[in-house]
């Protein structure tokens, strides 16, 4: 298995539970690799059928997801993501309550990022919730249900981010060994920005698009549609960038549980 590099000649035995954990890492890419697709080719798939649909408008995320056979799709494909997306939260809570026990070892106080640590699994579990909503009632079989898991889903995974970066700044200030590249601390603050940035950008055009004047009506759509993509893929980008680190740190434990 690539990550685990143990020689063939080797008798020892490894622990299988870490193991396992360090395959189940692979959830955290899965959900940009299935998320994103999905939600770009279920927009081409409603555009197939439904072209009429982007004369002088450009449908919404939920818009493109809310007819056969584009809403079937959507739903399908969603629930792989759901999972990784619950797998990926616990996979960091887990690592991170494990680096948060070493760092107490060294006298420093944790409670502070064990609140956040907790705080950012719990939004980003109700968010896999939430986009289940959103995946199995569309906006014209259960418009209320939808509507609801859409704007749960998008705050519980803001806050889910928030409480995570805000975990990791805090842990690198207090922790020697981050356990994190320099690349990819860099890459989850930059996508955390964004989505901050982005959400705050979406909402103000939500709130403000009806009130265009006609003639740049089209033009403000395109731009509020922009942003709601935007801010998806970041969302779906945000787990993604700690596989290395997550493989990383299951991989070690695997070898170190095996010396026990």
């Not at 249900?145 to 889903?153: K, L």
């Not at 801010?231 to 680190?245: G, S, T, W």
């Amino acid at each position: 298995m690539s990550g685990l590099n143990f020689n063939r000649n080797e008798t020892r035995p490894i622990d299988a539970t870490e193991v396992w954990l360090n395959r189940l890492s692979i959830c955290l890419p899965l959900v940009f690799l299935i998320g994103v697709p999905t939600v770009l080719i279920t927009r081409i798939i409603y555009f197939h059928y439904y072209p009429s649909e982007f004369v002088n408008d450009s449908p919404t995320i939920s818009g493109t997801a809310s007819q056969a056979p584009a809403d079937y799709f959507f739903e399908i494909c969603m629930m792989p993501v759901v999972a990784c997306i619950f797998i990926a939260w616990t996979l960091n809570l887990l690592r991170n309550t494990r680096r948060l026990a070493h760092t107490k070892r060294r006298g420093e106080n944790i409670l502070g990022p064990t609140i956040l640590n907790w705080l950012s699994c719990s939004f980003g579990i109700c968010a896999g919730v939430f986009l289940g909503l959103v995946a199995i009632y569309n906006l014209r079989q259960g418009h209320d249900v939808h509507m609801f898991g859409s704007w749960a889903f998008y705050i519980s995974q803001s806050l889910s981010i928030v409480f995570d970066i805000l975990f990791v700044l805090w842990m690198r200030q207090i922790s020697v060994d981050s356990g994190m590249e320099a690349s990819d601390f860099w890459a989850r603050v930059a996508v955390a920005a964004g989505v901050f940035i982005g959400s705050f950008f979406f909402l103000y055009m939500y709130e403000t698009k009806n009130y265009a004047p006609p003639q740049t009506r089209y033009t403000i759509q395109l731009i509020y549609i922009a942003s709601e993509y935007f801010v998806c893929m970041l969302f779906l980008l945000y787990p993604a960038i700690a596989y290395r680190e997550m493989r990383r740190h299951f991989a070690q434990l695997a070898v170190w549980h095996s010396d026990d």
